[in-house]
């Protein structure tokens, strides 16, 4: 599948996502075809009972599955920022329900756990049914607290500059309300696993230098 699919809905960092009719998508990686990993994950997370879009075919970097109605996580929170606390508990049941689900065989990485590697607002899509995990592309083998360490990351030093100066104040309150809610809920991240995670985030080329320094001060 070269040509466009159909019309397009959503571009995120690393995708295009394509409606294709039939209550399906179309989800086109930018950059190199579908793991394995990412398939692997996603059916482990589904056999397990975490909601997850089903998934259809997959084909060099295109993954056809389920059209899921209803915003992000993220686009909620913009929205209807009093519900900060409300979604931050539900983000921090998605997590509990994660860490609980044994990490598949022939996973990548050394743990034990299904890790999602980037459980964040953005992730989250608010569907009818309930909150629907997706994005699996860095999905791993891990440690339970993983997700959480990188959430509690990200809330701390990720930048909001696509806002005028006038609204990151008020952002960073919204912010901060959804990770005490989340914070509450899950527990703090382990000092391993926070330094492991902001080591990470160090090694990723998009990570930017304001984000570093505050990771830097940031890691135990
Ligand atoms: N199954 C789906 N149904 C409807 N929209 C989707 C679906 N999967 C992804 N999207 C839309 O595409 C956006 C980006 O998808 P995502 O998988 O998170 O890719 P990226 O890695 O580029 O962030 C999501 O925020 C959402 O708006
Ligand atoms: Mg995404």
Known sequence: MSDVPGPLIASGRSADIYDIGGGRVVRRRRNGPVSDDEVLAMRAASV????VPHVFAVDGADMVMQHLDGRSMLDELGRRPWRAAHL????ADLHLALRAVPAPDGLRGSGTTLVHGDLHPGNVLMSADGPVIIDWGGASAGAPDEDAAEMWLLAEVAEVDDLSPLMRPVVGIVRRRMLAAFIERVGRPSPTTL??????RLGDPNTRPGERDRIRRLRP
């Open 48 to 51: 397990a009972g975490i909601p």
């Open 88 to 91: 931050g508990r539900q983000l």
């Open 195 to 200: 330094a492991r995670v902001c080591d990470d």
